[in-house]
């Protein structure tokens, strides 16, 4: 790396307050210091590869990302390569439709024993409600049984979870509620763990695309299924919930949504974590609900998403000597980039965590909100 390039590194750092060898927990410690090319020439991609490649460290990585994210250093770097494949790659194919469950095999089903030491007792991947919580297996209640609330479950009522993970929302709504529910995923691990442990509750879970639903149902939900989705495919998803809500039934969408309008998401992420995994933004949303449902409350809790990832982080931290049996070196650095990226990401307010409710037809007399 030559001297001109290393100092625009080191300014550029400088300007968000981080150190290239400093003593702060923030400041970064090279190893190798091609890293600095690296990241110059492949953005966001290269800086968490050579992170994984154990090319630099720091104490305290989530405030390093904070810090990047929160002064939009990656504004400052010219387009890498890999964002701008990754855009015309989007733009040409759509992927999310031609490969539905890479996802489901390349994240989800990389092991139950490691989704069960990360998250809470109920096994639930998306983000928790801290308003009156002090733990997670409390914040993961408190938004389940604000979703029931939100959508007025009743005994009785035919429900539809669409992505409905290791069915832990299954299982709450059913035991707290009485209802009778169907929950699709295209995660074999997911449906096999969720089966296994419904007992003797009126749910079960399918493995299944959404596109292939049929019948009616009182109230559907989605949580933390339509990241997945991709832009090319939010008409055909908004079209497919309403063909199967029922006249005066109730759809939740909780999604994360980002700021400004996109047809990709982040390399890393995309390469790492999320195969063709995308944020929507709030315009994407309404024009592909409009003419189709009827919005009747939008609640914004992503604040909420950084304590859940630091309650996922320090989890997996803990368990790794137990993980480390089936998992790499390389593997706990990705993961903990992954948790800790997406901590800093809602931290500085780039990413939100949406909880939407919509009706067919709009409810006569108006929505009460529910918090």
């Known amino acids: 790396m030559n001297k001109k390039e290393m100092q625009f590194v080191h300014d550029l750092l400088r300007s968000c307050d981080v150190e290239i060898g400093g003593t702060r927990p923030w400041d970064i410690q090279v190893h190798n210091e091609n890293v600095f090319r690296r990241v110059l ?93 002090d733990t997670l297996a409390a914040a993961q209640e408190a938004k389940l049984d604000l979703i029931c609330r939100k959508i007025g479950l009743r005994e009785g009522m035919r429900v539809l979870d669409i992505g409905s993970g290791w069915g832990g929302f299954l299982k709450f709504a059913a035991e707290r509620y009485g209802v009778e529910a169907l929950g699709i995923t295209i995660s074999k691990e997911q449906m096999a763990h969720a089966n296994a442990t419904r007992g003797n509750l009126p749910i079960e879970t399918r493995l299944m695309d959404y596109m292939e639903l049929e019948g009616k149902y009182d109230r559907i939900v989605s949580i933390g299924m339509f990241e997945h989705v991709g832009y090319k495919n939010y008409d055909r998803y908004f079209k497919k919930v309403s063909s199967l809500l029922s006249d005066d039934g109730l759809f939740l969408l909780h999604t994360i949504g980002g700021n400004n309008t996109s047809r990709s998401g982040d390399p890393w992420i995309e390469k790492y974590i999320f195969p063709h995994g995308m944020l929507p933004s709030s315009g994407q949303i309404t024009a592909a609900t409009e003419g189709r449902l009827v919005t009747e409350d939008w609640h914004n809790f992503g604040s909420d998403y950084d304590k859940t990832l630091m309650a996922w982080y320090h989890n997996f931290e803990a368990s790794w000597p137990a993980l480390a049996q089936r998992y790499d070196e390389r593997f706990h650095r990705m993961w903990r980039f992954y948790l800790l990226l997406c901590a800093a990401v809602f931290r500085v307010r780039h990413a939100h965590l949406w909880q939407i409710v919509f009706s067919r037809n709009g409810i006569v007399g108006g929505y009460n909100s529910v918090r």
């Open 41 to 133: 020439a492949d953005g966001s991609l290269g800086l968490g590869e050579a992170y994984m490649d154990g090319w630099w460290d720091t104490e305290a990585l989530d405030t390093l990302l904070e810090r990047i994210l929160g002064n939009n250093l990656q504004s400052r770097l010219r387009l890498s390569l890999p964002l701008i494949l990754l855009g015309v790659r989007s733009w040409l194919t759509n992927r999310q439709r031609s490969r539905v469950r890479e996802v489901g095999e390349k994240h989800y089903d990389i092991g139950n024993d490691l989704y069960a030491q990360m998250l809470d007792p109920r096994m639930i991947y998306s983000c928790g409600y801290w308003r009156s919580a």
